[in-house]
């Protein structure tokens, strides 16, 4: 057993009867009402789901593990001269809640380095896709192909108790983890350059690694190192979160909640906003002839969005109320990266002229950037110009938080979702319309 298996193990055990008595002494106490506005609003804010791996204030953004970004960047293991830390340290940090050591990390990379091969036939059924299809389409196939591999399905067919349902399905999360740049980069290579190889260095670390498969050059294994880290988790309400727990809680593998949550990220509302939000930029940009427009003509350019009845990509949230932490972690490394960059200029101009406009149209409950409205403009910066692209990136970071989930999930024995449904009638008489 690995050294993260094992503490695991130990967390979960003395989770267990947490959970027990909770259900056993508290199970009938209320803790959450509904209103109509929740009911209709895509069952907004109802607490009714449970993790212990992060945690979304509105005010401060996320937490994982109790520990602001911020600290996740300061606290986790670096590689030698680099800026940003091993994506392996973050996974034992979403599984077992602690700050890993650099030999705590250094056990996780290894393990990965012996999962990380792909059969054959992954390899095809990407080839099979024409050029043309979506990345996400082509990772969620890709996926949902390996469930034939799943450890969980296999024992689960040949009858085992549930109290060791965790085991097999870590075993099928950290498989998948560790296929999951491989699967990206060849997927990379293949539409965007022509190849029909992937070489991986098995001596870098995740992030490392997946720069070299898609031929970036340094700093972009920190980038790669921040976007999968920034994305990781955001609590379980959000869709890709919540899609990869309910597959999942039909005691549906880890690959079955993977393929799921890739579709509902795969959104414009969710996960494809970053491709909007560079397409949407690089339209001004059109628009304007390439020059760079005034605030005047950005502030016009924001207005004629709305007024055509469309979102302003990367803007608002469901739950935050202020700028995204995730935003200002990526422009941080901007500013100090890339300050002189044209389309980050684009960028911290909407940051200006944005979210007093919002204001003024009164609609959005937020008017501030979420993590879409950086992270495309870094990405192009550093060569990966191919903006459909950009949401497997974020699908590739969102599998370490939603397949954390599914493992804690097996663990504490969470149950099959099933909440109730009415009729539009059956509300009408409950709040009293004849
Ligand atoms: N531009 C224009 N209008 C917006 C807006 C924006 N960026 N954000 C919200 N609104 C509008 C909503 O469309 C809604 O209008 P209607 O009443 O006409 O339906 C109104 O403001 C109230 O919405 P809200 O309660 O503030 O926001 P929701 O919780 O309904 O939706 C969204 C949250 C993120 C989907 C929304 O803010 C949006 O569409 N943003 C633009 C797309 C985007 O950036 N998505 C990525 C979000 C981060 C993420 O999940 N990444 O994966």
Do not use: C
């Amino acid at each position: 057993m690995t050294t993260l298996k094992e503490k695991l193990y130990e967390k979960i055990e003395a989770h267990r009867p947490r959970v027990t008595r909770l259900l056993k002494e508290h199970g009938d106490d209320v803790i959450d009402q509904v209103t109509v506005k929740q009911v209709l609003g895509g069952m907004r804010g109802i607490k009714s789901l449970v993790t212990d791996i992060s945690y979304l204030d509105p005010m401060e953004g996320i937490r994982y593990r109790g520990y602001t970004l911020p600290e996740v960047f300061e606290k986790l293991p670096k590689p030698q001269g680099k800026e940003m830390p091993y994506v392996e340290g973050l996974y034992y940090l979403l599984l077992t809640g602690d700050v890993p050591t650099e030999s705590q990390v250094a056990d996780v990379i290894y393990d990965f380095s012996n999962r990380r091969l792909l059969p054959r036939y992954v390899f095809d059924i990407i080839d099979a896709f024409p050029n043309h299809s979506h990345p996400m389409a082509i990772l969620s196939a890709a996926v949902m192909a390996m469930e034939r591999e799943s450890l969980f399905n296999t024992r689960y067919q040949s009858g085992m108790s549930k109290m060791d349902y965790w085991d097999p399905t870590y075993e099928d999360a950290t498989n998948l983890l560790a296929k999951l740049p491989l699967i990206g980069a060849y997927i990379y290579d293949k539409l965007y350059l022509g190849k029909k190889n992937v070489y991986a260095d098995p001596t870098l670390d995740f992030g490392g690694n997946f720069a070299y498969m898609i031929e970036k050059e340094v700093p972009y294994d920190d980038v790669a190192r921040m976007y999968f880290i920034i994305h990781a988790d955001h609590e379980s309400g959000n869709v890709s979160a919540h899609t990869g727990h309910l597959v999942a809680s039909s005691l549906s593998d880890a690959y079955y909640a993977t393929s799921g949550m890739i579709n509902g990220l795969a959104g414009p509302l969710h996960g494809l906003a970053n491709q909007e939000v560079l397409s949407w930029i690089q339209s001004v940009r059109a628009k304007m002839g390439n020059k760079k427009p005034t605030k005047e003509e950005m502030k016009k350019f924001v207005w004629d969005t709305l007024n055509s009845g469309q979102v302003i990509p990367g803007y608002g949230h469901a739950v935050l109320r202020k700028t995204d932490p995730r935003y200002a972690i990526q422009r941080e490394f901007a500013l100090k990266h890339m300050a002189d960059d044209e389309l980050f200029e684009y960028v911290s101009m909407l940051y200006e002229v944005v979210p007093p406009i919002l204001k003024e149209q009164g609609k959005a409950k937020n008017p501030w950037p979420n993590v879409d409205a950086q992270s495309g403009v870094i990405q192009w910066h550093y060569g990966v110009t191919q903006y459909d692209f950009y949401t497997v990136l974020f699908a590739i970071g969102r599998a370490f938080g939603v397949l954390s989930n599914v493992v804690w999930d097996r663990a504490l024995g969470y149950a099959i979702e099933r909440p109730k449904s009415i009729t539009t009638s059956m509300m009408e008489n409950m709040v009293g319309i004849k």
